[in-house]
């Protein structure tokens, strides 16, 4: 797709688009059927800068979309948010430790208010996030920036068109090269609402991990976990049910002077961008305690 943004307005270019009408777009790129209504309601999609119906034919040089709608109330906070990459549809950032994606109900600022503060002066970007991490996990978030691409990116998410890969620094040692797939199903613990646990009949839930590295000396490891699902909790809980707990996981794991943090970090987001068309790769840099350890195990 040939595109370019001009203010709020995404202008394509037809003669790049495979479809032939208004409603095969809606279709292909905009999902929610309330949000096409609206784009047509509002005149907010025009052919050439005329409105359109859903039954038009895609006939002209340009199909314009208003991609930023709305506008909302952001307010400015002194944390600043580690942008690892930014186009016209989505923001990645890297999230610190012991930060919640947004509120549980508190009064704590999340990546969520610092995202919004990063787009104090263009409210009209929406800054949703497509996933989160816990609180305790550090690396990389997705936000979607427009309202209007937001469902496509959900459903990317629940297609496994987005891919996740986290880095697991773990007690005890998990050869080098070794493979496992760990598909346990995960509930609630009863006795324990923050808590989640192997169950029976839990969520399904599917775990694939490889060994990167062994340190023998400090006996620790790193293993690289590949979502099939998104569970809460879900690498945590699978790691440490195969007796590799994350170091310095609370509620999971073990203690460890060799991190400051819990040994999670999310390191790399593999999607689909629909805008371009392409596979879209990023990675984030690890923080100094868990490169250090990358390194000492190397």
């Not at 790049?16 to 409603?23: D, E, G, N, R």
């Not at 760990?182 to 009949?201: A, E, L, V």
């Not at 006996?219 to 099939?228: A, F, K, M, Q, R």
Request: aromatic content about 10%; hydrophobic content about 35%; glycine content about 4%.
């Amino acid at each position: 797709m040939k595109y370019e943004l001009k203010e709020r307005w995404l202008y394509i270019d037809t003669s790049s688009l495979f479809v032939k009408t208004i409603q095969e777009f809606f279709d292909s790129y905009i999902p929610s059927k309330k949000i096409q209504h609206l784009l047509i309601q509002n005149k907010n999609i025009l052919l050439d800068s005329n409105p359109v119906k859903r039954e038009d034919d895609i006939a002209g040089i340009n199909l314009m979309i208003n991609i930023y709608p709305e506008e909302y109330v952001y307010e400015k906070t002194d944390l600043k948010v580690d942008v690892v990459y930014e186009d016209e549809l989505v923001l990645i950032v890297n999230k610190p430790k012991n930060i919640l994606v947004h509120s549980d109900g508190n009064n704590e600022i999340t990546l969520t208010d610092m995202v919004k503060s990063y787009y104090y002066d263009k409210n009209y970007i929406s800054a949703y996030p497509i996933h989160r991490l816990d609180k305790e996990t550090s690396g990389l978030v997705v936000y979607s920036k427009s309202v209007i691409f937001q469902p496509l990116l959900d459903k990317l998410l629940s297609e496994k068109q987005i891919r996740r890969e986290y880095l697991a620094f773990v007690a005890g040692r998990f050869e080098t090269g070794r493979n496992m797939i760990i598909d346990k199903p995960i509930g609630n613990d009863r006795h324990n609402s923050g808590k989640r646990i192997i169950y029976s009949k839990g969520q399904s839930a599917l775990t694939k991990v490889k060994g990167l590295a062994v340190n023998k000396k400090d006996n620790y490891s790193i293993l690289l976990c590949t979502l099939d699902t998104g569970r809460t909790h879900q690498i945590r809980v699978h790691l440490s049910s195969e007796h590799y707990p994350i170091l310095n996981d609370e509620l999971y794991g073990v203690s460890s002077s060799l991190c400051i943090r819990m040994g999670l970090f999310a390191r790399t987001i593999n999607m689909y961008h629909p805008l371009k068309e392409d596979n879209l790769e990023v990675e984030a840099e690890l923080p100094n305690d868990l490169y250090r350890l990358y390194n000492e195990a190397l």
